[in-house]
């Protein structure tokens, strides 16, 4: 039986400007729903609010089972530590280490270890001595999907991860994130432009004219 990981409620905010009023998304565990709409419309702030980043002008953000923007600070480090993973379109790796020491990094501080298998599935297993200044950008990016998943995160915030990907590797990438979410009994939030990798997920919503909704 499928479990509520996220459930947001009357989400607005604004900048100068208001992004959007009133939106309400749930996703529950073993799915995935991906966030379409144009650029400036507001899909990575409000991946954002959902992710711990960044308070709601209004609503209630409520991940796994906790209102997150009532916790402290140290909360909401532990929170996103052991329980979140959050993929950018840009991977942010230690460009000092080698691509297996930039994932023993994060196992290591979510108390988990490296499954040899992921590295398979995301083909990268033969990368793993190299320095990540030696990859290639497909490469790097596939090597911070796994160093997110290496965590065993119980909800996946994904912005933009398949952006800066041929459609093979981002067929690659949403083949690992998919599967990852059924064994693991997971949930991923997905925002991008990419209207096929969207339909692949379960449910899919367009943010436009300041709603959120759902298409499919």
């Known amino acids: 039986m499928s479990t509520t990981l996220l459930h947001a409620t009357h989400i607005s905010h604004h900048f100068d400007l208001e992004l ?7 996703l529950k565990s073993s799915h995935s729903a991906a966030i379409l709409g144009r650029s400036g419309s507001g899909k990575s702030t409000l991946l954002h609010h959902f992710s711990t980043f960044l308070k709601p002008s209004t609503g209630e953000v409520n991940l796994l089972g906790k209102d997150i923007y009532r916790l402290n600070d140290t909360q909401i480090e532990m929170l996103r530590r052991y329980e979140l993973g959050i993929i950018f379109q840009f991977h942010y790796l230690f460009k000092g280490m080698s691509a297996l020491e930039n994932i023993k990094v994060a196992t290591m501080l979510a108390g988990e270890t490296i499954d040899e298998s992921l590295l398979d599935k995301l083909e990268i297993t ?9 990859l290639s950008g497909g490469q790097q990016q596939r090597v911070s999907i796994a160093r997110v998943l290496s965590k065993k995160p119980r909800v ?5 991860p398949t952006g800066n990907l041929d459609k093979e590797t981002a ?4 083949d690992v994130l998919l599967d990852y979410v059924h064994i693991e ?16 997920c379960d449910e899919s919503y367009r943010l436009e004219d300041k709603k959120l909704e759902r298409i499919s």
């Open 171 to 174: 067929n690659l990438v949403m």
């Open 126 to 134: 033969e990368l793993m001595s190299q320095k990540i200044s030696e």
């Open 20 to 26: 959007y009023r009133d939106v309400a998304l749930t």
């Open 185 to 200: 009994e997971a949930g991923l939030l997905l925002v991008t432009h990419d209207e096929e990798m969207a339909h692949r």
């Open 156 to 160: 996946i915030f994904a912005d933009e």
